[in-house]
């Protein structure tokens, strides 16, 4: 990537970050690394009851990301913000943010949870060593609807990560995790 188009990047990525702040309104950032143990814990469980080839892949995976709730705000630039975990079996080991950018036709707000699970050790390894794992670049992660999930079975994963969107609310219209950036924080 060229210098110029790495500096829109991460202004982009400012302005969507700075935008989902203002959507929290602070409380994203007030999280505790106990509040996100709590509520990633639960986002999983819900995800687990919703779609239980979740927890069929849970017990291939190799680690998972779980981030319990991420908000995305946007008119005509966009953004999204939310911290999760990164758990090996049932230990946090890890945190991070997740942050994206977006432009277009687009008006509105709502909050997600989604869940990464980590089935190779290029993609353990990638996540550890990249200085931020921006979906689309590096590990091949497949979004995980519906229609995917029901052909899924333990001798059918191959790819490196599989991602799962849960727990809806509010007023966009689309969602996607191509473009969002992945990156460790202290908590």
Do not use: C
């Amino acid at each position: 990537m060229n210098s110029s188009r790495r500096d829109i990047h991460k202004m982009l990525l400012t302005v969507a970050a700075t935008i989902a702040m203002g959507a929290l309104g602070g409380q994203a950032l007030a999280a505790s690394a106990e509040d996100l143990d709590r509520d990633s814990a639960q986002a999983l469980q819900t995800l687990y009851k919703k779609n239980p080839t979740a927890e069929t892949i849970a017990k291939k995976a190799h680690a998972i990301l779980v981030f319990p709730k991420v908000i995305k705000a946007g008119l005509v630039f966009g953004g999204s913000y939310g911290e999760g975990v990164l758990l090996h079996g049932a230990k946090v080991t890890e945190y991070y943010n997740t942050v994206s950018a977006s432009w277009g036709w687009q008006v509105g707000a709502e909050s997600y949870a989604y869940v990464v699970f980590l089935m190779s050790d290029k993609a353990e390894a990638y996540l550890a060593k990249s200085n931020g794992w921006e979906f689309g670049v590096g590990p091949t992660v497949v979004a995980v609807n519906e229609g995917i999930a029901k052909n899924l079975s333990t001798s059918t994963l191959k790819d490196d990560a599989y991602a799962f969107i849960t727990d809806q609310e509010g007023l966009m219209a689309s969602l996607s995790l191509e473009g969002t950036k992945i990156t460790r924080i202290k908590r």
